[in-house]
């Protein structure tokens, strides 16, 4: 996917001028300092440290016109995870964490440090949503890792009209039909999406009168105010 993110991009990278590369370098790079990522250590929700100062990230920085056209739909991939994805990812989590104990793999291959500065995606994505808090992107990179950037590359694909080639179409399949999934080293936990989720006007899981999430093989999740609940046995009376 960052390849054919990169793809995507290189073409508005291209036709720009030298001035506008340069003060959209500036800009790029300045934003990651004010941040923090450069010029100090920073944890980010993990064991391992890291410094940006020595690596700073080495994709081409975003323009302007880029950062336009990425906000409002990243923020719109951000409301669905919040909404729709979330709750049920917690639901299924901890169900399976009840039984079993699982050890996620990483996500990057760069075993030496958290984040891997050849992460196109990754500095792209957050450039573009800086008032986002960081760690959104924990639960989403790690167990929705393509929902970002299949949005940013369909971004390019719809605005810029570039190609971004057709290697990252089984992602884009595979994210467009799955729910909740977990990458382990050697295989992969997947689910489909609900048929039903109902949330309460404070995001929680919530439903009057039947399940708050239900698939469609028949399994459901009762919840009251965000609390599990079990389903009223026949014969008794439904609490409203």
Known sequence: MNQALSAARAPLIDRASDTERSNAFGEFHSYFERKGFYGEQRY?????????????YRCPPVLPSERSALRPVLHAVHQTYRHVLSP????????ISTDYTLRSAWYWSDE??????????????RYSTPELNDRFFDPAWCFYPDLM???????????????????W???RDVALTSGPWWPFPETVVMSERPTLLTLDEQDRLHADDGPA????????????????????????????
Do not use: K
């Open 149 to 167: 950037v299949l949005a940013a590359i369909d971004t390019y694909r719809n605005v810029f009209d570039t190609d971004p080639g057709a290697d």
């Open 213 to 240: 999430i239900q698939w469609r093989d028949g399994h459901q999740v009762w919840a009251h105010d965000g609390v599990l609940i079990g389903p009223p046995r026949p014969g008794s009376a439904t609490r409203a």
């Open 44 to 56: 980010d929700g993990m064991d391992e440290r890291y410094d940006l100062m020595e690596r700073p």
């Open 112 to 125: 030496h440090g958290v984040v891997d500065q050849n992460d196109e995606a990754r500095a792209v994505v």
């Open 88 to 95: 049920a990812w917690s639901v299924i989590d901890r169900a």
């Open 169 to 171: 179409q089984s992602c």
